[in-house]
């Protein structure tokens, strides 16, 4: 399993490659790999750390550090279908675009505080940093099905 530092550091490289592509002209579509990516890398990090329970372990605390995760992709799923929104998307010769703005960077970079912020509550040891990518992943995901249904509107409406 990576240290905290190392998925500090994978989450910051993602999280910069992810904005980038935010806020680039792309066209919209649901084949990209990165999300579901992701999210596997995180889940299978997260399921990692469900066996680090050993003797005098606290399973309880476990189970309430599980929690606060979910409690925190919940509240990123509402950051992420505010970003949605805060797209442009425009259809070009047929073929639907989008691009974020200093609105849509902005979001991701307060729901990324708002997870860090989460993860302070978190004690289970390597919980709170292998949920960053599960994160990452979920978000693109609820992100992309949001500007793909608005993607769809613009299209049949031409």
């Known amino acids: 399993m990576p240290t905290l530092a190392q998925n500090l550091a994978i ?13 680039h002209t792309r066209p919209v579509k649901g084949r990209s790999l990165l999300p579901w990516i992701l999210l596997a890398l995180g889940a299978v990090q997260i399921a990692g750390t469900t066996g680090r329970h050993g003797p005098g372990s606290h399973v309880g605390a476990f189970n309430t550090d599980l929690l606060v995760v979910v409690a925190a992709m919940l509240i990123g799923a509402g950051f992420a279908c505010a970003r949605a929104y805060t797209l442009r998307i425009w259809v070009d010769k047929g073929i639907a675009y989008r691009k974020g703005n200093v609105w849509t960077a902005l979001l991701w970079m307060l ?3 708002v997870h860090f912020s989460l993860d302070a509550f978190v004690h289970t040891p390597g919980l709170a940093g292998t949920s960053l990518e599960a994160y990452f992943g979920l978000m693109l995901l609820i992100q992309r099905e949001i500007a793909i249904r608005r993607a769809a509107k613009l299209q049949s409406a031409i």
Do not use: D
């Open 111 to 113: 729901s990324i505080a």
């Open 11 to 23: 989450g910051l490289a993602v999280f910069a490659y992810i904005l980038y592509r935010q806020l």
